[in-house]
Every structure is written in C-alpha cells, then in structure tokens.
Nanobody, 117 residues
Framework: QVQLVESGGGLVQPGGSLRLSCAAS????????MGWYRQAPEKERELVAI???????NYADSVKGRLTISRDSAKNTIYLQMNSLKPEDTAVYYCNARGSRSSENYWGKGTLVTVSS
C-alpha cells in the first residue's frame, strides 16, 4: 500500500515562505503524476501544482510565480516551495500520487498552512 506523508506546514506571516515535503513509501517512478492540492475552510479541494513522470509541471493560475513544485527521486520526495504567501493561501495542503490505473490514486493526510499576521 502506497503511503504519502506530508510535512512542513505551519503559521507564517503574509509575504513569508514555507517548504512542504511529501515523502512516498516507494519509488516516485511508479507514479505518472504527483501533485499538491489544497482545501480551504468551507471550500472544495483544488489543484495547486502537479509534476509528471517526465518532469513537466503545471500550476493553478493563483499560485503561478509564487509556488514551485519539485522532486528528489533519490529521496522519494516531492516538494512545494511557497514564497510570497498570502492569507488566501491558508488551507490544508494534500499530496497526491496517481499511477496508470484509476484505482491508483493516493492521498496523504494533509498539512495545515496558515498565513496570518
């Protein structure tokens, strides 16, 4: 069973930075796509950023230029570098990994990011 464990969340002031990590229980190369999603209070979960097996990335318009997704295959870990954070970035951030089959869709338990002064 695949396990994804997020870390790095916390409280940060507007304009500050955080780096989220997502450690997978196995090799990243079994996944076609990995990514970060977020869910703010009383809102639906939304895509933040994804990275494909080939290394292509895609971002939500609201985070372009501020958040960067990356991976370290040797550590079976993906990251989300978050800069110039805004209060509207406050949410629980979830790591996601998808394989070739529809049943291969895995989620971490999430890490809370709070942007507030």
């Amino acid at each position: 069973q695949v396990q994804l464990v997020e870390s790095g969340g916390g409280l940060v002031q507007p304009g500050g930075s955080l780096r989220l990590s997502c450690a997978a229980s196995g090799s990243l190369f079994v996944f076609n796509v990995m990514g970060w999603y977020r869910q703010a209070p009383e809102k639906e979960r939304e895509l933040v950023a994804i990275i494909t097996k080939g290394g292509s990335t895609n971002y939500a318009d609201s985070v372009k230029g501020r958040l960067t997704i990356s991976r370290d295959s040797a550590k079976n870990t993906i990251y989300l570098q978050m800069n110039s954070l805004k209060p509207e970035d406050t949410a629980v951030y979830y790591c996601n990994a998808r394989g070739s089959r529809s049943s291969e869709n895995y989620w971490g338990k999430g890490t809370l990011v709070t942007v507030s002064s």
